[in-house]
């Protein structure tokens, strides 16, 4: 089985929360990784996520950062939310 690593950069305007993560994170460019592995048994490549990370500002830690595990759905929803509050 074959795992790979999708990494991305993604941007929140103002701070946000997401669901497992029990702090308020500020506003910024966050890099997520997501691993995916391979759909065996197919007659063409596939993959499926098996892991999703967020990179943030450690708590309580100046300068330094922590990978912490999170759900695609959860990140979707905190990137919409993030979109539709009004401009300031």
Do not use: C, K, W
């Amino acid at each position: 089985m074959t795992i790979r690593s999708r990494r991305e950069t993604v941007t929140f305007r103002h701070p946000f929360r997401m669901r497992g993560i029990d702090r308020l994170l500020p506003a910024g460019a966050y890099e997520v990784v997501t691993d995916e592995e391979t759909i065996e048994g197919l007659t063409f490549a596939a993959y499926r996520r098996v892991a999703t990370m967020i990179t943030v500002p450690a708590e309580g830690a100046g300068g330094m950062m922590e990978m912490l595990s999170i759900g695609s759905v959860d990140l979707a929803n905190a990137q919409a939310a993030d979109a539709s509050i009004a401009n300031d």
